[in-house]
């Protein structure tokens, strides 16, 4: 497990956060539903090259979760500028996942971030997005968080589920859904799903073009939320270079491959110095 002992405010939400590793400064931005601990086998393979700043978006895991919160997509890319601030950093390597990935883009194109490199896969970035789950939960979201605690923690494990291409072991099960259990984290499991919308991504997408940095999209190839097609769409707007599909991986690619991402990352960042 990934540690993260350190809290800043920012906007009114306490947000846990970590590092490991040396070097030259690499963000890795986590997506929904899941947190910070994506990062947990792909982190620790990094930090000889790089030091990999790793924190739980507003309204997941380790972070705050209250009643009324803004957690939608409107709210991440301010909140990673000001980490950015937060850790004097200017110029970072940058790895992002899904929500992860539209909040990098978002902090590019809206808030003026600049990268060192982009490492981006299975990313919320094109319309049209959003499962039929999702669409349930915006028009039932008092339902499904007022549910007893047995009909969530199934609803839960299947959704996660879903998101891999292969059996998610227990621990990752576990991992993935402690952050979403209780009398807090239930209602905020539905709460980010009632907030997702699409207005987000339609308000960047027009100025997506290619970008003055090195970016590698990557894709699994049986991602069942955000179909590889997506991907190649994707790359061809904001990159030079082709997508890059994963065999065996769905949009979980952090378990079911992590290995290519390793691989990715480390092409895309070059030798360590010396």
């Known amino acids: 497990m990934l540690d993260l002992p350190n809290t800043t405010v920012i906007d009114g939400n306490a947000i ?14 986590h997506g929904t539903p ?15 090259r790089r030091t990999v700043y790793y924190f739980d978006l507003a309204g ?3 972070s705050e979760m209250r ?7 409107a709210v991440q890319n301010r909140l990673l500028a000001a980490l950015f601030a937060e850790w004097g950093l200017s110029r970072p390597d940058v790895l992002a996942h899904d929500f992860g990935g539209a909040t990098a883009l978002r902090g590019h194109y809206l808030n003026g971030l600049d990268y060192a490199s982009l490492t981006i896969f299975d990313a919320v970035a094109l319309a049209p997005w959003g499962s039929p789950l999702v669409r349930h939960v915006r028009a039932h979201a008092a339902a499904f968080s007022g549910m007893p605690d047995y009909m969530h923690r199934a609803v839960l494990r299947a959704y996660l589920q879903t998101a891999a291409h292969h059996p998610l072991s227990d621990e990752a099960m576990q991992i993935y859904s402690a952050p979403w259990l209780g009398p807090v984290g239930q209602p905020a499991f539905y709460r980010q799903i009632a907030q997702m919308d699409q207005r987000y991504t339609d308000e960047v997408e027009n100025l997506y073009g290619r970008m003055d940095f090195p970016v590698t999209v990557l894709w699994g ?41 390793v691989a990715a990352v480390l092409k895309q960042i070059g030798p360590p110095p010396g």
């Open 16 to 29: 846990r956060w970590g590092r490991i590793g040396a070097g030259p400064p690499l963000v890795a931005i």
């Open 34 to 48: 899941f947190s910070s601990q994506v990062w947990r086998r792909i982190a620790p393979q990094l930090a000889d």
């Open 60 to 62: 997941y895991g380790l």
């Open 67 to 73: 009643d009324g919160q803004d957690v939608s997509l």
């Open 221 to 261: 190839e049986q991602d069942g939320w955000i179909p590889h097609a997506m991907g190649e769409r994707l790359a061809a707007r904001i990159s030079d270079r082709a997508a890059i599909r994963i065999p065996e991986a769905g949009h979980l690619v952090q378990e079911d491959r992590p290995e290519a991402i």
